[in-house]
């Protein structure tokens, strides 16, 4: 299990991203001839997030993906400078509720530090996290390039980890 390098930070982030942001779960996606769990993608949010009182205990929704996914991956994209990444917004990242109960996020983001053209400007993240806002479970993260098929963000997103 990989354990978040920057816990009091993805806090502060994870509050900062739930105000204005909303998750939702539309019908399911899946690759053909692919032997990924059931999942339900999101091309974007379109529900409010739950009113209900969270505490360290409350299991992750969406938008706590997003701002932990975020956090988690700042410092592989850019671990001297920590400012100059543009984060494609909530609204239009693809996500999806796995079967196992994690959720899986695709995230684009331009770093600002590397000149145009340069490898490493235009990136994504891909991060899967399950548990609760006190205690994720990280089942994976990293850093890739930028992918334009869908439905092989989706198979990636639902595809089970192997240990």
């Known amino acids: 299990m990989k354990r978040p390098v920057m816990l009091p930070m993805l806090a502060v982030l994870t509050s900062l991203a739930l105000m204005g942001c909303t998750p939702s779960a539309p019908a399911a996606q899946q690759s053909e001839g692919t032997e990924a769990p059931k999942a339900t ?3 974007g949010p379109t529900s409010a997030p739950s009113a209900a009182a969270r505490s360290a205990d409350t299991g992750l929704e969406a938008i706590d993906t997003y701002a932990l ?3 988690q991956t700042l410092a592989i994209i850019a671990p001297d400078e920590l400012s100059g990444i543009s984060w494609a917004p909530y609204e239009s990242t693809t996500w999806l509720l796995r ?3 994690a959720i899986g996020i695709y995230i684009e983001a331009i770093n600002e ?3 145009e053209g340069d490898d ?3 990136v994504a993240l891909f991060c899967k996290v399950g548990g609760t806002i006190g205690e994720p479970d990280w089942l994976d993260f990293g850093v890739g390039s930028r992918e334009t098929d869908r439905d092989n963000i989706l198979h990636v997103l639902s595809t089970t980890d192997q240990a």
């Open 99 to 101: 079967e196992d109960g």
């Open 41 to 43: 993608a999101s091309p």
């Open 113 to 115: 530090n590397k000149a």
């Open 120 to 122: 490493g400007r235009d």
């Open 69 to 71: 996914c975020k956090a």
